[in-house]
T-cell receptor, first 114, second 116 residues
């Protein structure tokens, strides 16, 4: 069975400071990893994914994520946070190509203060 | 190319009534997933469908819940005899059939079900 853990319920950061949202995963096969963002009363928007290749993945809105196989982690990062980045962030894993369900972590609420 | 369309956006039902939630996937997508999100919680997988087939329903409650994705028309998530605990946001996602290629799933805006 596949699973995802987001150890922090909430992350607070000052605008302009670096932002990190943590994610660890567990899969039996190759991990395919995703980050999504959810704004209030909205659906999920895709940010980025790791399939294979470079461990550092760049995505939308200046976000990037680092895949670390030995630590089974896929932390989301942004060098300089904006107030508008305040939202709910979800990490997800799929243990196979299309046709396998995405399993989501519990979400991390990010609050960026001006 | 329109995104994943869900309707209604908001649905209020009295206890014991039926709720029908609709999802039209993105054009060209043949995989549909339903997720439930309780307030302040993450998304819980419910069911994965392809056209006319249920592929994985491991997250569906054993009773009152059913889903379909007919050859023509949207995918339907049906909840019979709703109870207050069914109040949640229900999200649909779709992805294309890409064989061995891995793609992200695209989500709709969700249907917020309130049972009164």
């Amino acid at each position: 069975a596949q699973s995802v853990a987001q150890p922090e319920d909430q992350v607070n950061v000052a605008e302009g400071n670096p932002l990190t949202v943590k994610c660890t995963y567990s899969v039996s096969g190759n991990p395919y990893l995703f980050w999504y963002v959810q704004y209030p009363n909205r659906g999920l928007q895709f940010l980025l994914k790791y399939i294979t290749g470079d461990n550092l993945v760049k995505g939308s809105y200046g976000f990037e994520a680092e895949f670390n196989k030995s630590q089974t982690s896929f932390h989301l990062k942004k060098p300089s946070a904006l107030v508008s980045d305040s939202a709910l962030y979800f990490c997800a894993v799929r243990d196979g190509p299309a046709g396998n369900k995405l399993t989501f972590g519990g979400g991390t609420r990010v609050l960026v203060k001006p | 190319n329109a995104g994943v369309m869900q309707n209604p956006r908001h649905l209020v039902r009295r206890r014991g009534q039926e709720a029908r939630l609709r999802c039209s996937p993105m054009k060209g997508h043949s995989h549909v997933y339903w997720y439930r999100q309780l307030p302040e919680e993450g998304l819980k997988f419910m069911v994965y469908l392809q056209k006319e087939n249920i592929i994985d329903e491991s997250g569906m409650p054993k009773e009152r819940f059913s889903a379909e994705f007919p050859k023509e028309g949207p995918s339907i998530l049906r909840i019979q005899q709703v109870v207050r605990g069914d109040s949640a946001a229900y999200f649909c996602a779709s992805s294309p059939a890409t064989g061995r290629f891995v793609t992200e799933a695209f989500f709709g805006q969700g249907t917020r079900l309130t049972v009164v």
